[in-house]
Each structure stands twice: as C-alpha cells, then as structure tokens.
C-alpha cells in the first residue's frame, strides 16, 4: 500500500513503535479532513494483521489476502450504517463480542473505528474498558476528523497518532503526480482549504468553479449588498458541509489580512473590516456546519450569516 509523502513520520513512528513492542492498544489517528487518515489507518491495520516481517503488510500471506478481500475473521470496521451518520451502541457491543474472541488467522484481532466523533455517547461509554483493558491480541484504531467531539474518557485512553497537513508545495506535487495541472492544482487547493485529498476530490468535479464564484461574490457584496440575492443562489448549488467550511476559511483569511497578515487575492484592497465580527463570523460557520445534519434550517442560517457579512464593511 503506498501512502501520500507526509505520511511518511506517522508511519515510520507506528513501525518503530510496533518493532519495539511498544504500540499502544488503542490508537487515534487525527488530522484534517483530506490528509489520508483513512490511508494510513489501514496500512496500519493491515500490517496488524499480516503474518509477515515484511516493513508493511507483505500480500502475499493469506492474512493479507482475506484483509484486502474483505473478508479477515481478525478484522472489523465499525462504521455508521449505510445512509446514517451515526454508530450505535449496538454496533459497538458486537465489536466488543468479536475482540474477546481468539484469533483466526493473525496474531493479533484488530478494529478500525471511522469516524470515531460518529460513535453515539452509548457506543462510546461502551468502548471505553475495551480502551482501558484491552485483550492482549486486541487493537483499536479509532480515526478522528474532529477529536474535540470525542469523550475526555475516550480520548485519554489513546495513543494520539496526528496526520499535519503537507506543505504546500508538496500537496501540489502530490496533486501535479495524480494528473493535475499545476495552476488547477493550486486553485483546488484553496477552495479545498490547504487538504490535498479534498483538492483532488474538487479537481475532479465543477466545486473549484463554484468556489471561485463564491469568493468573488463575497467580495462584491461588501460593495454592493444588493448582490446579496445573487450569492445566495450560487450556495444553494453547495452541499451544506462544504459551504460551512469555505464560509469558515474565508472569513479567517480576511481576519488574518485584518489583523497584518497576507490579505487574500480575492478581497479587494481599501476595506476596512471589522475584525472581531470576522472572527464572529468564522464561529458561526464552523457551529453551522456541525448543525448541517440536524433538523435546523440551512437557508435560514445561511441567509442570517450572508446578512452579516455583507453588513461587514458599512461598519465603524
């Protein structure tokens, strides 16, 4: 399995760990959104499960086989069911139940919990002897796009494992390997926030167009709030999650050009916004978007959102 380049110290940290004997039973990988937790989680899962002494799972033992077959008796990936968003607490003792049980074929039974935050607080409290005192032959990995959503309890039982966004130059390396244009790749790349898996997913789609038209939009009705009704169309065309997120980053890159730092290319010279409110701003989005699968009314929080950014530059 090859993993992105800035994966590289997270796994060489896990193989040490592992050759040493010294890898925690219950392991959270954590990170933004689009940095390859998901990859390297299972690489990580895999090489658990694998009997060979290759440095990653070998694929050639019959472990491997049944681990990329889907079908490895030694290992489970709780998820949420298909079409929900959440892990039940049902799911959870079931996965309790099958640890308990000795191995099949590998040396060790494993469980990929993804995403972790989706655990109900049932499900969570049920894990939680499992985290403390594991089976001997028992790993957890619990994957992480928010840790903050996480229990205290169910956080200090876990060893962290952080996947840190690649530089810059390096993501668009990534994305210019994956077939990319250079200046598509960086264009995907800011409406993707800096995270080269969600840069590619929007490569790949019409979203960079519609981020482009979004920033503009942002920007003119700083000038002209009568444009106010024109933007709201254009966002109506966004899945709710990441509009929130390019809500949230770009009210923080005109707080950082508020506040002495690069001013986005996008936001035109000769503002003055008040900062405080951008910060504001900025909290908002990011509360909205954890409300983006709830019964509240996404039209009417963006609406009051819009209303207040493009209010923005008519204040002292």
Request: charged share 25%; glycine share 8%; with cysteine.
């Amino acid at each position: 399995m090859s993993l992105q380049p800035w994966l590289e110290t997270p796994w060489r940290q896990f193989r040490q760990q592992l050759d040493e004997d010294r890898l925690g039973h219950a392991l959270m990988v954590q990170g933004a959104r689009g940095t390859g937790k998901l990859e390297l989680a299972e690489a990580m899962a895999a090489r658990l499960v694998c009997t060979g002494d290759e440095d990653g799972a070998c694929g050639k033992c019959r472990s491997c086989a049944l681990f990329s077959g889907g079908a490895h008796p030694d290992y489970t990936r709780l998820e949420p069911p298909e079409g929900k968003h959440v892990i039940r607490v049902d799911q959870a003792r079931v996965l309790i139940g099958s640890l308990a049980l000795t191995t099949s074929f590998s040396e060790r039974k494993v469980a990929l919990i993804v995403p972790a935050e989706a655990m109900s607080a049932s499900a969570a409290n049920a894990l939680l002897k499992n985290l403390e005192e594991p089976p001997g032959h028992a790993f957890l990995i619990l994957v992480a796009h928010d840790a903050s959503r996480l229990p205290v309890t169910i956080r200090s039982r876990c060893h962290d494992v952080v996947v840190r966004m690649p530089g810059h130059d390096a993501a668009v390396a990534w994305l210019r390997d994956q077939g990319v244009a250079a200046e598509a790749a960086k264009a995907a790349l800011a409406a993707a926030g800096g995270s080269p898996g969600k840069a590619l997913e929007f490569a790949r789609s019409d979203l960079v167009d519609l981020h482009r038209k979004l920033v503009r939009g942002l920007d003119a009705v700083l000038a002209n709030p009568a444009l106010l009704g024109k933007l709201s169309g254009l966002v109506e065309a966004v899945e709710p999650d990441t509009l929130w997120t390019w809500l949230s980053h770009c009210s923080a890159d005109a707080f950082r050009g508020e506040s002495g730092g690069n001013r986005p290319a996008w936001l035109r010279a000769g503002r003055d916004l008040h900062r405080r409110r951008l910060a504001d701003l900025q909290r908002h989005a990011d509360r909205n978007r954890r409300l983006a699968r709830t019964a509240v009314k996404q039209d009417l929080l963006l609406r009051e959102w819009l209303l207040e950014w493009a209010s923005l530059a008519r204040q002292d």
